[in-house]
T-cell receptor, first 115, second 117 residues
Framework: KAGVTQTPRYLIKTRGQQVTLSCSPI?????VSWYQQTPGQGLQFLFE???????NKGNFPGRFSGRQFSNSRSEMNVSTLELGDSALYLC??????????????FGSGTQLSVL | AQTVTQSQPEMSVQEAETVTLSCTYD???????LFWYKQPPSRQMILVIR??????QNATENRFSVNFQKAAKSFSLKISDSQLGDAAMYFC??????????????FGKGMKLTVNP
């Protein structure tokens, strides 16, 4: 069974550009969440999707957005990139059958560098 | 808001020895889940162990076990018979059970574990 797949693995952009990151969850998983990881702030929750609906959102500016498609694949978009957006972006998926203790399975992330 | 604190940024252990990673958290909730994740150089976060707050029994997974002290809000991870493959960043994480079904995790800053041969 394939794991969580994130593309691309590395990305270099310049300030002011926009970027779209993709996440394909494990087959059958219905929930997808995104995290930003930086050396200074650590891992911070961005947002979470279930059945194409955003279920929860972290404390990030509106430049950060996401969506989930009917096949559970998810994308996140960052517009008007800033230097501080340089980070590892991790995606995680779960079966989400209702239990709060469900396991999250993470991808290997997309390393975004903003120059 | 919940917070998770890992006060030791780095630790090292000799191969085959035992090491304990500490984690404390702050919450006003009585029901929640706690997790330890491992992040090797491949960057993929891997679940090591999970603890339900309502369970008094400490969770164990092979060489990994936890010491969960609910009153003290402490959740330490013990790695027995350390192996070279255990070298990684370790993150402690908290999940509330009252967020409308959300699976949001609150992570600590992480701790780098080095295993010496």
């Amino acid at each position: 069974k394939a794991g969580v797949t994130q593309t691309p693995r590395y990305l270099i952009k310049t300030r002011g550009q926009q970027v779209t990151l993709s996440c394909s969850p494990i087959s059958g998983h219905r929930s997808v969440s995104w995290y930003q990881q930086t050396p200074g702030q650590g891992l911070q929750f961005l947002f979470e999707y279930f059945s194409e609906t955003q279920r929860n959102k972290g404390n990030f500016p509106g430049r950060f957005s996401g969506r989930q498609f009917s096949n559970s694949r998810s994308e996140m978009n960052v517009s008007t990139l800033e230097l501080g957006d340089s980070a590892l972006y991790l995606c995680a998926s779960s079966l989400d059958v209702g239990g709060a203790g469900e396991k999250l399975f993470f991808g290997s992330g997309t390393q975004l560098s903003v120059l | 808001a919940q917070t998770v604190t890992q006060s030791q940024p780095e630790m090292s252990v000799q191969e085959a020895e035992t090491v304990t990673l500490s984690c404390t958290y702050d919450t006003s909730e009585s029901d929640y889940y706690l997790f330890w994740y491992k992040q090797p150089p491949s960057r993929q976060m891997i679940l090591v162990i999970r603890q339900e707050a309502y369970k008094q029994q400490n969770a164990t997974e092979n060489r990994f076990s936890v010491n969960f002290q609910k009153a003290a809000k402490s959740f330490s991870l013990k790695i027995s018979d350390s192996q070279l493959g255990d070298a990684a960043m370790y993150f402690c994480a908290y999940r509330s059970v009252r967020q409308g079904g959300s699976e949001k995790l609150v992570f600590g800053k992480g701790m780098k574990l080095t295993v010496n041969p």
